[in-house]
């Protein structure tokens, strides 16, 4: 499974941002998909995931109802849209692959993509 990642960029806070991860090679429709962040110097932390057919979804507390999740199984691509950002929200964003539902573990995901940089201003 190959995975990249897209959609970053500057934006003010309280913009939104979408970002999108295509997954290709083995079906990815078939694999639960989380987006995790990281800063430099910290821990990569979850953020959201999804199951295979997108009917339940799990997020972090610090985006909680600023966040969503979604998929479409179709274009093999898993949808993280941003909105309210804050600063605090500026990293490194990830999608990741899993054979696990709903999982907050990095352990967890057997596949990544390669990350796009999100920057909120203030």
């Known amino acids: 499974v190959q995975l990249q990642a897209s959609g970053g960029g500057l934006v003010q806070a309280g913009g939104s941002l979408r970002l999108s991860c295509v997954g290709s090679?083995?079906?990815?429709?078939?694999?639960?998909m989380g987006w995790f962040r990281q800063v430099p110097g910290k821990e990569r932390e979850f953020v959201a995931a999804?199951?295979?057919?997108?009917?339940?979804?799990y997020y972090a507390d610090s985006v909680k109802g600023r966040f969503t999740i979604s998929r479409d199984n179709a274009k093999n691509t898993v949808f993280l849209q941003m909105n309210s950002l804050k600063p605090e929200d500026t990293a490194l964003y990830y999608c990741?692959?899993?054979?696990?539902?709903?999982?907050?573990?990095?352990?967890?995901?057997?596949?990544w993509g390669q990350g796009t940089q999100v920057t909120v201003s203030s």
């Open positions: 990741g692959a899993s054979q696990l539902w709903l999982r907050t573990q990095r352990i967890a995901y057997d596949y």
């Open positions: 999804i199951i295979w057919s997108g009917s339940a979804t």
């Open positions: 090679g083995r079906t990815v429709s078939t694999y639960a």
